[in-house]
């Protein structure tokens, strides 16, 4: 069974700091693999994502890497700000028989950037 | 504008009673799925559909049923042999094994 973990499970950090969220991933036949951003009592807003044949996806601030043989992707976020105070989810998605389509999720992020 | 459609946002459910919760897409999706999420967890697969008429069940089945007659609704019953239900209920859909996957904005149950 696929097993996803994020480290760290919280982070506090001042306004205008670069910083990396890590994920890791048990099973690396993986499909594909999805960052998503989630604010307090909110669904979930995807960021990024990464098919298994790249290497890296960039949107404004945010760049999500992926090694699939290591089992690992990191976000980055560059400059941050209070604005990015929310949780940070990793998903991988394996296609395999009957688990078609469906993701595996880690605990998340909890980021809070303070002015 | 397309999106996801989940109601009510709370959901109150008295020992002994089976709610249901409303999702509707109008993204012209194939998959619809239903996570739940209790504090300080990821997300857990509850059952999910890859067509009408069809679905499969995830990781936590268990005290849950589904339907999936049209294309854009995915209903979800707490049953009353789900003994712990109080959590936030997720429905998300998507098109295709390349495409991120949609969420709606939850529900929230609690026990009365």
């Known amino acids: 069974k696929q097993e996803v973990t994020q480290i760290p499970a919280a982070l506090s950090v001042p306004e205008g700091e670069n910083l990396v969220l890590n994920c890791s991933f048990t099973?690396?036949?993986?499909?594909?693999l999805q960052w998503f951003r989630q604010d307090p009592g909110k669904g979930l807003t995807s960021l990024l994502l990464?098919?298994?044949?790249?290497r890296e996806q960039t949107s404004g601030r945010l760049n999500a890497s992926l090694d699939k043989s290591s089992g690992r992707s990191t976000l980055y976020i560059a400059a941050s700000q209070p604005g990015d105070s929310a949780t940070y989810l990793c998903a991988v998605r394996i296609d395999r028989g009957s688990t078609l389509g469906r993701l595996y999720f880690g605990r998340g992020t909890q980021l809070t950037v303070w002015p | 504008d397309g999106g996801i459609t989940q109601s009510p946002k709370y959901l109150f459910r008295k020992e002994g009673q089976n709610v249901t919760l409303s999702c509707e897409q109008n993204?012209?999706?194939?998959?619809m799925y239903w996570y739940r999420q209790d504090p300080g967890q990821g997300l857990r697969l509850i059952y999910y559909s890859q067509i009408v008429n069809d679905f499969q069940k995830g990781d936590i089945a268990e005290g849950y049923s589904v339907s999936r007659e049209k294309k854009e609704s995915f209903p979800l019953t707490v049953t009353s042999a789900q003994k712990n239900p109080t959590a936030f209920y997720l429905c998300?859909?998507?098109?295709?094994?390349?495409?991120?996957?949609?969420f709606g904005d939850g529900t929230r149950l609690s026990i009365l």
């Open positions: 990464i098919q298994s044949s790249q």
């Open positions: 998300a859909s998507s098109t295709g094994s390349v495409q991120p996957q949609h």
């Open positions: 099973d690396s036949a993986i499909y594909n």
């Open positions: 993204l012209n999706h194939d998959a």
